[in-house]
């Protein structure tokens, strides 16, 4: 069996909980042709609008197109965006367990394009804490979908969804099921994904958490010294673009895979995918420098395409370089 079979048998059919920050992506594509006389801003004639799943709900829609079984739980406000959402979850056979907060709207963003670039893009959104009956309904659906789950994933956006409570029920619940956590940060104090398995921080957010820019190799390691102790024995994979991902791990040396994008067309989406690939992984027993080398190979995939996208398995094998 090769390597990559191996891999994706591995993914087929796993439980994966998704928890966090759930995002209604839209994107509004068309022509600019001039530039408007009522101020210097160019005119988008548009041509074509089209939804795609966002943060949260999007690395359960990679979970999805890569063989697992996705439960995504967060928040959603009563409004049309809301609406849109649970029908993409319905077309991805993703199953949901979404609280419904009529003083939130559902987070929406809008991104204009024309010639396959970004123009500009609009945040529908609130970053406020929700209320205390919403965070509990989180965790009730988080006990709930864990009954059965192989895995988690925390998609943490600074939306509102993730706390310390909510984290402190999924790390509960992960090990009673002995299911590892996949998290992707966004707040500052990695304190708060204290008990994951893993955690997938970009360059931007590793500076945020260190508080200095990060350059070398070096960098990087020191920024991981400091960090992997918050971790209570979780790795740091770092995610460095057309550098490629680093792997800490307390006591071991770090593990370095390149990157596997040939050309980068849109970054939209492409945490997702990481966290979604290494997740579904590690759910499946996949060791994890194994783990992260396919993640690695995701995340290669999803950059060469445009808008927020999800990776297939039979994606994944052929940039392995080998049928599945």
Known sequence: MSRISHVLEAFAGRHVVVVGDVMLDEFARGEVRRISPEAPVPVLELTSRSHALGGAANAAANVA??????????IVGTDHGASVI?????????ASRL??????PTTHKTRLVARGQQIVRIDQETRAEP?????????????????DADGFILSDYAKGTVHPELTQAIVTAAKKRGAPIVADPKHRDFRLYRGVSAITPNHAEL????GRTLTTDDDFAAAAAELLPLLDGGALLATRGADGMTLFERGKPP????????????VTGAGDTVVATLAIALAG????????TAASTAAGVVVSKVGTASLTASELA???????
Request: hydrophobic share 50%; proline share 0%.
């Open 207 to 210: 500076e945020l958490a260190v």
């Open 285 to 292: 027993g996949v060791a994890l420098h194994e783990a992260v």
């Open 99 to 104: 609280v419904h907060d009529e003083t939130r």
């Open 86 to 94: 649970g029908s993409l979850l319905q077309s991805h056979g993703i």
């Open 131 to 147: 209320s205390s009956e919403t965070r509990a309904r989180l965790i009730n659906a988080v006990a709930e979908a864990a009954l």
């Open 318 to 324: 052929a940039a392995f370089g080998s049928e599945a």
């Open 255 to 266: 593990f370095h895979v390149r990157a596997a994008a040939k050309s980068v067309f849109d």
């Open 65 to 74: 197109s890569l063989g697992g079984r996705a439960t995504l739980i967060g």
